[in-house]
Structure formats: C-alpha cells, structure tokens
C-alpha cells in the first residue's frame, strides 16, 4: 500500500477538490528531493515539494485522501533514500510487460529501486552488440531497445533501474557463450541447468577483463542511473586454485592468493565504471570491498553497519528479512520461511557512530530458481511487498492496524497475492 505519511495533522472539515483548487508553491529544498509538504484547507490544498519526485508522491497522496478530501497539514519523506526491489531474471527470464508491471507496482508503494539481476550461470539476459553470443546460448533475454523502454518507462514513475552483471562467479552462462572466458579454455559448458554456485568461473586474464569492460560500457550506456551492480558474492576459488595460468597470474598482481583474486576482479571493474562518472555496487560477503562502492548486506543483520564502519556505502538486504523466494507460510526448498509478520517487522538499524550517512537504505529480493513464472513471482511478492514498502519509507508500526488497512488495499491492487497469516 501508500505507505502512511510520517506527519499529519487533521484540522477538521473538508474540502471538495478538483484541478482548479490545487496550487503548486515553489520548491523547497530543504524538504529534501522526495519530500514534500501539503496544506488542505477549506479553500483548496497546496503542495511544496522538495522536488520532482516529491511532488509525485504529494500528488499520490492527495489522491489518496479523495473527492472530500479532510483539511489536514501533511508533512512526509521517506526514511531511506534507497527503496529497492530486487528481481532475478537470469534464472527464470521475465517479459518486459511483467517487469513494466513490477515497475507500476513499485512505484505505487513508493519504492524508488528496480535492480535486476541480469546474468548468471542459467542464463544472461541482455543484448550486448560485440558480443552476440551471450544471448545466443541463453534464449529469452532483452534487446537493448527493450531495456531503453524499461528505463525509461521506469524513470516517468520515479524508479531507478540498476543494472547487474554477475562476476567473476556465476558466469557458467558466459563461459558457455565464450569458452575463453574460462579456466580452462578449451572445455566447452553448458549453460547450467542446475541450481546453487557452480564452480565455473571467469579466468583472470587481461582478456577477460577487457571483455568485462566492452559489457560494461555498453550497460551504462543503456542504464544511466548512478549505480551499476557487479555482483561479486560466491565465487569459489577452486579452479584458480588448480590452473597454472590463474596462479601465474595472481602472482604477476602480487596477491596473496586465490582466495584474494576475487576482491582485485570486482574492484579492478570498480574502477572502470567510477572513471565513467557512476559507482559501483556489490554483494558483501567479506570486509575486502573497493573505498567508494556500496555493498549490498545480505547475509545478515550485522554485516551492514560492519560494512558501513569500513567506509562502504550501505544497502541493507539481509536474507531473513528480505528474501521473498521464501515463502511465507511454511520452509520451502532453502529450509525457510519469511513471514508477513516479520517482514513488517524489520528493523533496518541505524548507521553506527564514525559511519554516519553510509547506509542508504533497504532492498528486497525476488531471487527466481523457484519461482518460474511472473505469476509465481507476484504471488511470492504480494502481500509482503506491501509490507516491505512501509518499512522503506520509515512508518511500519502497529501490525494489527496494517492488516486492518491491508485487506482493502489488496481488492484495489488486483494482485495475485500469497498468504496473509496475521
């Protein structure tokens, strides 16, 4: 649902809104940019924002208060400048007409972040022009006119698209595409049918890394958000623990070992993309990442401010709270189960003393192996997203009162939706 504004204040009476009582001040800043501020009187509302994005949501929520509308003074911005929903499409791919609905439904609970996770061992999921066989070994992916849609279509609504490409592990489906990508190069793989982390990963050649900079360049010339996800997590050393060339080479970079390389690849891509003006983001599973990336904290909950006292940026993402491929009433396939009490119970935590300002707010993840279909998917989501929502703007609260508002907004919404256990 809309999550409920921070601050309101009910004066009494009402008014009858239409277009011609509707007044738009001039912004202020200090609102900040998705902030805003609305005065409903009896002659009419006026709406201060802090910016474009703020006025959307003040219009959003006028919507709300309907025709008759309560003369009230409203005060609202979120808690987290990062509201993210994470969706799989490497490992079961989705339609764009989905993943358009998925942006329509985040933006109608003020969520501000779609990070699709765009490559993986089962599958990589977006045209790149130099090298065409990445989408010939997997089937169903975007063409680049596709994802021009998508960001836009996304960008109307407020929603920043953030791109990523999997590496140096869960690249099977690469390697399938270009054997030398590989360890051992003359192997030819599959592209993986199974799930968990495959042991195939990218080798450390100037080659490979080279290749990773042709994708990159052009993914951030289709995604021009500030953030570009390089994944980075599971990446097991076993096969440059056992190849001559990887470890002539962890040698030549003067690394302590295998176990070390996988920190150099992601931050030497790192580079890449900050020297074309954006940042990059990762998966944290180690105190090992690049000053100036932001990590995605999922293994749990004190991996984030440990992170955030590192001197990294923050998204937290911890998987027993946010991690919608568990299903929500009884363990599935992993052994777990997230509830739609504990999901509004998340507490994302406080940026500890000295790292003030590094988290930058929360995501939740719609990992797909399964969940094979976009109706599967919108089941696994709803109605925990609705939860998840007030908990990224800052108001979850009374848990009885969010099932009494819940049943409504769900016969609006039209959803294909999972349990409601209270």
Not at 108 to 129: A, P
Not at 289 to 313: H, K, N, Q, V
Not at 389 to 418: I, K, M
Request: one cysteine or more; glycine letters at 10%; hydrophobic letters at 40%.
């Amino acid at each position: 649902m809309i999550p409920r504004p921070r601050e309101m204040a009910v004066l009494g009476g009402s008014v009858t809104l239409h277009d011609g009582l509707v007044r738009h001040a001039p912004d202020d800043p200090s609102l900040g940019p998705e902030g805003y501020r609305l005065d409903v009187t009896p002659t009419g509302a006026e709406v201060t924002a802090g910016g474009p994005a703020g006025r959307h949501y003040a219009l959003q929520t006028l919507a709300r208060l309907g025709p008759e509308a309560p003369c009230c003074r409203i005060e609202d911005r979120p808690a987290h400048p990062w509201r993210g929903v994470m969706l799989d499409v490497a490992r079961h791919f989705m339609p764009k007409e989905f993943v358009l609905r998925l942006v329509d439904l985040i933006a109608l609970h003020r969520l501000n972040t779609l990070h699709l996770h765009l490559t993986d061992d089962q599958g990589w999921r977006l045209e790149i022009k130099r090298y065409p066989r990445l989408t010939e070994v997997s089937g169903a992916h975007y063409t680049q006119e596709d994802v021009r849609e998508i960001v836009s279509y996304a960008a109307d609504r407020f929603v920043t698209v953030v791109p990523e490409i999997d590496v140096p592990g869960h690249a099977q489906a690469a390697i399938a595409a270009y054997p030398w990508l590989g360890n051992q190069p003359s192997r030819r793989l599959p592209v993986w049918d199974g799930w968990g982390v495959s042991e195939h990963i990218l080798n450390l050649e100037e080659a490979t890394i080279a290749f990773c900079r042709d994708v990159l360049d052009e993914v951030m010339d289709l995604f021009p958000g500030r953030y570009v996800h390089l994944g980075g997590d599971e990446c097991p050393p076993t096969e440059w623990e056992h190849s001559e060339a990887a470890l002539r080479r962890i040698a030549e970079l003067g690394l302590s070992g295998p176990d070390a390389a996988r920190a150099w690849f992601t931050a030497t891509l790192g580079e890449h993309v900050a020297s074309r003006g954006r940042r990059p983001v990762h998966w944290y599973e180690k105190p090992d990442g690049a000053p100036g990336s932001t990590a995605i904290t999922w293994l749990d909950d004190e991996s984030g401010p440990r992170a955030a006292l590192e001197g990294l940026d923050v998204v937290l993402a911890p998987h027993t709270s946010t991690y919608f491929d568990y299903p929500a009433d009884a363990p599935g396939p992993h052994g777990r189960m997230l509830t739609l009490a504990d999901t509004y119970a998340f507490a994302p935590p406080p940026a500890p003393e000295g790292a003030t300002g590094r988290i930058l707010g929360v995501q939740c993840q719609l990992w797909t192996e399964y969940m094979p279909t976009p109706e599967h998917v919108e089941y696994m989501a709803f109605p925990r997203l609705c939860a998840f929502s007030e908990v990224a703007w800052g108001t979850a609260g009374d848990y009885p009162d969010f099932l009494r508002r819940l049943g409504p907004h769900l016969e609006r919404l039209g959803v294909r939706q999972g349990p409601v256990i209270p």
